[in-house]
């Protein structure tokens, strides 16, 4: 459907134009019309599916010009969505002269303080920050008529449902209520029921959650194998700008050390650093000054760059859905990409529940050995060599050039060159990883009691097609479409189901779940996030 076809303003339509919109998405189509009319709506529909134009063209519609206090307020799990949509709202309200204010953490409330006294007619914030303003009186919410939580669910997987109640309570019981969402738990249902008035539920199914740009692979390794598996592959991908994700703020903290200390060039973001510091990060990394950025799911949300050509899952996500946003980040604007996911056995579980929600199958690929390795950094170092060839200036030190190439034939010269380029005793630098907390077992079966029960017996996945091609970006995406076949099989049919949260308390804290212990059969699992 034509975005001329939904009641839009001629100024909308033009904004629209301009950013190159063509079609309005399923979610567009369905949800723009009923927040025209007044309607509260709940619109539940994947990542990148166009949920802030789904909200954010209505309220520009409805905006009073000539008012200046705040008239929509958005509420965002991140500052990077936050900002995101501050950016997204702003130019498709450009025409209309709409003042846009985004209020966050970590950055000078002084600023947006006065950013506010100066008028602002759409508030985008998170849920803290927003608290701090309501408290201070320095957010007059009195004018407030739409009221939008956007990605609902992954504020509560946050701990913010305190205060999104307080912010509900907050604002005119007289307004329109929005809630988006990729996902529908209770507590978001019940925020329906309590804060919304007759809300309309749309729901846009997802035949396919995951584009078919994106190459899907995991590696099956144990645990303490892990990150030697990771830079080994990462020496034959050789990816020009890859996200990393992390399960926790302390593993992203010590996957960039590690990495550094291996000779690569990456940089870590989570929910501690300033915003300063975030902002610098990101910079360097659009800018490609790093080429790694490693990353928690909370601090990557709302994470807009381009050209990211591999999204590694150093830990596999504990929710299915959260995978879908990760790969995300690659495969965009017709380019391809490739996803690696490292999972342990205890885990492959999580990656079946991965393939069940986004109807695709992961392909197995083999950990590269350190001579593949060596080659990869080989052939890198190469071609940085043909480029410092180019740039070079004999005459700079012309007497040390000649001693040389008196002293040494040409191969020896260009072995040292090489050598000294690819960094080749970075490679085995020793580094370990704390241990972090194991996901919960996923058990399945038919509820014969309480035992675990059942045979798991492993499957063939078919054997090794090809091996990796020395660090070379031609042919297979993944250094050569290098297959393994150890894939678990069938799941346990004994045994009932025995769960602990394991993952439960208020997020806010420490990103990570925190919560009480969870005890397994043999070993207690503490929590050290």
């Known amino acids: 459907m034509k975005f001329a076809e939904l009641g839009l303003s001629d100024d909308l339509l033009t904004a629209i134009t301009k950013q190159g919109y063509e079609e309005a998405t399923p979610i567009q189509e369905k949800t723009i019309p009923l927040i025209l009319e007044g309607k509260d709506v709940i619109g539940q529909a994947q990542t990148g599916t166009g949920k802030t134009a789904a909200f954010g063209l209505p309220i520009l519609e409805m905006l009073d010009e000539n008012n200046t206090k705040p008239q929509a307020l958005i509420v965002s799990p991140t500052r990077e969505l936050a900002i995101q949509t501050q950016d997204e709202i702003f130019k498709l309200g450009r025409d209309k002269h709409v003042r846009v204010q985004a209020v966050f953490g970590g950055a000078d409330i002084r600023r947006q303080i006065n950013g506010l006294k100066h008028g602002a007619q759409v508030v985008v914030g998170t849920p803290g920050r927003l608290l701090d303003h ?3 009186g320095t957010i007059d919410l009195s004018h407030v008529k739409t009221l939008v939580l956007d990605e609902a669910d992954e504020m509560l997987n946050m701990g913010f449902l305190e205060d ?4 509900l309570k907050a604002v005119p019981d007289q307004r329109q209520t929005l809630l988006f969402s990729a996902t529908m738990p209770p507590a978001i249902k019940r925020i329906g029921v309590q804060f919304m008035k007759d809300p309309v539920h749309v729901q846009i199914e997802a035949k396919e959650l995951t584009t078919d740009l994106v190459e899907q692979y995991y590696v099956k390794v144990r645990e303490n194998e892990k990150f030697d598996t990771l830079t080994r592959i990462l020496d034959v991908q050789n990816p020009q700008l890859a996200i990393m994700f992390g399960r926790t703020k ?4 010590e996957l960039t050390r590690g990495l550094e200390l291996r000779g690569y060039n990456a940089a870590g973001i989570h ?5 300063q510091k975030r902002s610098q990060v990101l910079k360097q990394f659009k800018n490609g000054e790093i080429n790694i950025l490693v990353a928690t799911d909370v601090a990557a949300r709302g994470l807009d760059v381009s050209g990211v050509d591999y ?3 150093f830990d596999i996500p504990q929710d299915s859905e959260s995978y879908v946003h990760r790969i995300g980040r ?5 380019h391809e990409g490739t996803s690696v996911t490292f999972v342990t056995s205890a885990e492959m579980d999580y990656l079946k529940d991965i393939e069940k929600l986004t109807k695709k ?3 197995p690929l083999k950990p590269a050995t350190k001579e593949e390795a060596i080659a990869g950094r080989l052939a890198q170092a190469s071609d940085k060599v043909d480029k410092l060839i180019k740039q070079a200036n004999p005459e700079l030190a012309e007497n040390e050039v000649d001693a040389l190439a008196e002293k040494y034939d040409a191969k020896t010269l260009a072995a040292a060159l090489l050598g000294s380029v690819a960094d080749i005793t970075d490679m085995d630098a020793p580094f370990s990883l704390s241990r972090e907390r194991p996901l919960p077992r996923k058990r399945y079966g038919n509820g014969g009691g309480g035992s675990r029960g059942g045979n798991r017996r492993n499957g063939n996945g078919g054997g090794s097609r090809g091996g990796y091609r020395g660090g070379s970006r031609g042919g297979s995406r993944d250094g050569g479409n290098r297959r393994s076949g150890d894939r678990d099989g069938r799941r346990s049919n004994g045994g009932g189901e025995r769960r ?5 308390g208020d997020r806010r804290s420490n990103g990570n779940g925190g919560g009480q212990s969870r005890r397994s059969r043999d070993f207690v699992i503490k929590n050290n996030d």
């Open 134 to 136: 309501i408290k201070r």
């Open 164 to 167: 999104i109640e307080s912010i």
């Open 250 to 253: 302390r593993r992203v903290d």
């Open 271 to 275: 929910g501690d650093l300033t915003q």
């Open 311 to 313: 999204v590694y899952n």
């Open 330 to 334: 690659t495969g965009r604007a017709g």
């Open 361 to 363: 199958r992961m392909q």
């Open 500 to 504: 602990g949260n394991g993952n439960g």
